[in-house]
């Protein structure tokens, strides 16, 4: 039967709207499964003013078989056949003949007992029941209550239409009671209507200038988009998150396209386009990359045939142009340089210092790193570019656009003349923001990238500031995942935790919690970081585990060991490899370290695995220390066969002590080799419990 529901509200902000909608889904298969009603589909849509959900439901829950267990067989029936008192006792207890009872077979063994059919409920009362607590847990960033009530949702909540088999559902949340009927676009068609489905529902809707589903409006935006700008022969600068804004801030798409006075072409693209962006969420037009005088904007409307929409952002917009350029020609009056001094004036953190600490800081880290990886030629500039890379937070623009940050520190410093790896640098340093944004392009950017977040890193954590799962203020995640995709995509080969040692180090005492303390910490974060990318990559999660917990002190190397066994998963020595691994490892369990000594090799098959891991050890080092992890894995794959002969022909656990612990060195050396390629113990077989 066809499920309609739909919850009218105030207007949401676009964030609430994406985050109800997945919560929405969630909530009824969860409560659905567990009520034990089929469902053939569920779907949400979303706007600025309503939540949807819609599906097929079965008419009632399943009937459900439940078994009772009386006393066991020996105890209920007589050597005779008949039923002792025992068994008409539980009998009577359940309301049926001692005559019902069955032999029922359990892994106790055989007792007495009754199968039972449970009628399933109606789902519309189900539906009834579970739909107050479905809408009550839904949360969001901010919650907001009205009157006189505790009830917290995102907005108010003004209508609710619900319907099950084309019939009103009867609930209610805090007094607002479900009915049959919904109202149109707010400014254009208040009035209501009383619907019967869901194709009804949505038809009516669009008449009266709603369009719920949220990819029908991207698709009209889309739509409308590319018929302005093939009139212009332009492009429409890129800008995903303000198109995502905007699909779930609007009911009914209309494009408008504006223009602005040619004189504030002078100012840079990026100012331009931000300065649209923000306040009014407009688009930037581009040809050739270069900002032309004209920007469209999408309003919650269906025709502006006096133009208001367009004059009112054209009006509004010269006035925020005004603004920016202003900005822009006050901010290089005086130079990057003289500004920094500053910098001593803007803390950073409480307990971490000002920013001109933080400046002095990056200066060291980007020193450093730029020996580790060798980019010589490009030291000077990247410590150029940190002295400078905070000095746009005294600007001017800035204070006005945030999210200019780095990128107008960068600009500023193009126009000073200052080289093209200095600027570059302070402009992408902030990059990527996302993961799906995209890294820093120059060297120098990369290096002032992952200097910058890990020092926000170990400095907020030194400070005793830990993330769970709900808090994370300083953004460390986002840190942590930005370095993390830097040195990936750039391919840097470096000792992490040697990194996280001179952060730490150059830090000094200003860090209140213990050094090791601090390493460990972040060691694991981005442990977990790294298993959060990887997965969100699609790879298996358990050759994640075995590529991480295999260690990361080279982060690049991670990845490539989890690609290599991407790539060799399906091969036919895998299993046999990882089966063997484990049984290694198993042995290995909570045993004191030992050293191998050859003279103590008595057995053939034991002489042989020595030989053959040493041959394969002098051959995969170099291989793992320059990333070659295919390479190494396929190699490692041609010590199973001795191994295999070792267990099956020597007593490891010999009462012979000395020989003992030789043959358990030899595995531990095995082993040792075993986890530089990867953690096979974390890897899952077929049949076999997963790793704890």
Known sequence: MEFILELNTEEMPPAHVKAALVQLEERFKEQLLSQNVERRQIKTYGTCRRLVVTGYFSPTQKDREEEFIGPPKAVGMKQDGSFSSAAKGFAKSQGVRVSELKVIKTAKGEYLGLKKIERGMPTRDILSEILPQIVSSLSFPKMMRWGESSFRFSRPIKNILCLFGGKKLSFSIEGIRAGNSTTGHKIYFPKKIKVRSFKEYREALKKMKVVIDQEERRKMILSQIGRKL??????LHPDEGLLERLVYDIEYPYVILGSFPEEYLELPLEVLSTAMREGQKLFSIVKEKKQQPFFLGVADAYQDSKSLIRKGNERVLKARLDDAKFFWEQDRKATLRKKAKALDKIVFQEKLGSYEDKTQRLKKIVSYLADKIEATKEKKQVIQAAELSKVDLLTEMVREFPSLQGNVGGLYAREEKYPALVWKAVYEHYQPVSLDDEPPASLTGAILSIADRLDSIVGVIGTGITVTGSKDPFGLRRNAQGVCKVIIERKLCLSFMRLLDKVIAIYGERLQEPKEKIKSYCLDFFSNRLRYIFERQGYRYDLVNASVSAGIDNLYHSYLRLIALD????????????????????????????????????????????????????????????????????????????????????????????????????????????????????????????PK
């Open 567 to 690: 790539s060799l998963k399906d091969s036919p020595s895998f299993e046999p490899l990882i089966i063997i691994a484990k049984r290694v490892n198993n042995i290995l369990k909570d045993q004191p370290l030992f050293k191998v000594n050859q003279a103590l090799l008595a057995e053939k098959e034991e002489r042989e695995l020595y030989t053959t891991f040493s041959i394969i050890k002098n051959n995969i080092i170099p291989l793992i220390s320059k990333g070659d992890f295919s390479q190494a894995q396929r190699i490692i794959f041609r010590i199973r066969s001795s191994i295999n002969s070792f267990f099956d022909n020597v007593l490891v656990m010999t009462d012979e002590v000395r020989m003992r612990r030789n043959r358990l060195a030899l595995l531990q050396a095995i082993s040792k080799l075993l986890i530089q390629v990867a953690d096979y113990s974390q890897i899952v077989i077929e049949g076999q419990d997963s």
């Open 230 to 235: 093939t009139s212009l022969k332009a492009e």
